[in-house]
């Protein structure tokens, strides 16, 4: 068998992992899918299927015209994600969000690669750097690498990952909340892929019940942290909610417990607004869970309980989980990899997800997505370059190898501030920001994003 017939290794079943396997597939390159699940468990995961999503149900925003995460979903469907698809398939209602059914949409990933007749998966945990008799190799492990994993990837780079710590919000059955106190609405009443204006469950709290709610998280119980864990940083995109109220009273007004854009419908005209409000997403297509949106808490099992059944609406509350928290590691990529993902110094490695510093699900499928394709069109002799800076990919690519500064690293979002600058001006020739310009780069992306996959037409085509 020539090298060019191995099948291509990707290793880890989340959500690099599956999209790098697919865009393989799609490619007419066999490839070997390893998950270590069952056989080895994480801290967070709860099954053995493939993308399981274990801290939010949510794919954040899907407007492509501005909102940065929006573009990626769009350019995402355009290069024919399978995350995507699967994605729009489960959704569920989540105002101006994407937000799927966990079971139903990783039981539609794992069954669209089970199904491909050049897919095999493997339940085995790889335990050391591949070979190169291995063939090419695309490492998708995510922020959960199993120790030994993690450390052969250390010994070769020879630089400490980096390590933060991700927290998980707790999820409550529906039909426990009060209905009599809470309320269907989404801010502004804004619907998105699935929404009707009325996604999102609602808790209001006034001036007084506020202010105790947020003493309540400030002197609640904490898990304590090992002393190799104590100048172990925190992800600013899911800090535990506590975390924020130790930041000033009035973070969390400011923050997940913003009450603008809603009205309590169980309050006269002169005491609609309420002072701030817990808001609750759905969580299953069946809309008999919800997940307290921006509520990730490192409390331990029996505060919780204690401190959120004080929310209004949840005093009798059933929660089907509870929060928790687990340390995630990531690579310093712009230092150990090249601008094609590959590590530098074994080459025939590449790294995909959210092991190499991009944060988020959408965005760890999308690098995913591009690793994919690379080893695929370098298997087949094909050329491909990676998307230019003016789209999401190609912004979030550039960040991770080479753009970001390596001494100061940190996982990062997909936002327009990644993506190559853009002047814009109105009719009268004046510089324009804000929505304005969001909207341009969103237009300018999307277009680039199109051009680049027409030029990679033999990838395209084998596509």
């Known amino acids: 068998m020539s090298i060019e017939q191995k099948p291509i290794h990707v290793i880890g079943g989340g959500l690099a992992g599956t999209e790098a396997a697919w865009q393989i597939a799609s490619m007419g390159v066999p490839v070997v899918l390893h998950e270590m699940r069952p056989v080895r468990g994480t801290d967070a995961h709860k099954t053995d299927g493939l993308a399981e999503l274990v801290c939010s149900n949510s794919f954040r925003s899907d407007d492509a015209e501005y909102n940065a995460v929006g573009v990626l979903h769009a350019e995402m469907r355009h290069l024919g994600s399978l995350i995507m698809r699967e994605g729009d398939k489960a959704a569920v209602p989540a105002g101006g969000a994407l937000a799927v059914d966990r079971d139903v949409f990783s039981d539609g990933v794992t069954a669209a690669l089970e199904a491909h007749p050049l897919i095999s998966i493997s339940r085995e945990e790889i335990t050391a750097l591949p070979s190169e008799d291995m063939g090419r190799v695309i490492i998708a492990t995510g922020p959960l690498t199993s120790g030994a994993l993690a450390e052969a990837i250390r010994a070769e780079t020879g630089e400490d990952s980096l390590a933060f710590f991700d927290a998980i919000a707790p999820i409550v059955e529906t039909d426990s909340i009060d209905m009599n106190v809470a309320w269907y609405q989404s801010r502004y009443d804004k619907s998105g892929p699935a929404g009707t204006g009325k996604d999102y469950i ?52 400011f923050g997940p417990m913003k009450p603008v854009g809603l009205n309590n419908p169980h309050k006269k005209e002169d005491d609609y607004e309420p002072y701030a409000v817990v808001q609750l997403r759905q969580d299953n297509a069946l809309g008999t869970l919800y997940n307290m949106v921006g509520f990730q808490t ?21 929660f089907a989980r509870l929060g928790g928290l687990h340390r995630n590691t990531f690579i310093n990529s712009p230092l150990v990899l090249d601008g094609q993902l590959r590590l530098k110094k074994r080459p025939h490695i590449r790294f995909a997800g959210q092991i190499t510093g991009c944060e988020g699900y959408v965005e760890s499928a999308s690098i995913g ?18 998307p230019p800076q003016t789209t999401a990919h190609g912004a979030l690519i550039h960040h991770i190898t080479g753009g970001a500064d390596a001494k100061t690293f940190q996982p990062m979002n997909v936002n327009f501030g990644l993506m190559a600058h853009m002047d814009v001006r109105n009719e009268r020739g004046k510089y324009v920001k804000g929505r304005e310009k969001k909207k341009a780069m969103a237009g300018r992306a999307l277009e680039d994003l199109s051009k680049w996959a027409e030029e990679n037409v033999a990838v395209s085509k084998a596509a």
Do not use: H
């Not at 490192?298 to 059933?318: C, D």
């Open 202 to 253: 609602n808790c209001p709290m006034n001036k007084e019940q506020y202010f105790a709610f947020i003493d309540a998280l400030c002197t609640a119980e904490y898990l304590d942290f090992k002393q190799w864990e104590k100048d172990t940083p925190y992800f600013e995109g899911c800090m535990p909610v506590e975390v924020m109220a130790s930041r000033g009273v009035e973070t969390l007004r």
């Open 298 to 318: 490192k409390m331990k099992y029996g505060e919780q309980l204690r401190v959120f059944k004080t929310i209004p609406g949840l005093e009798n509350a059933v």
């Open 369 to 386: 997505l591009i690793a994919g394709r690379l080893a695929a069109a370098e298997q087949l002799g094909l050329a491909f370059d990676t």
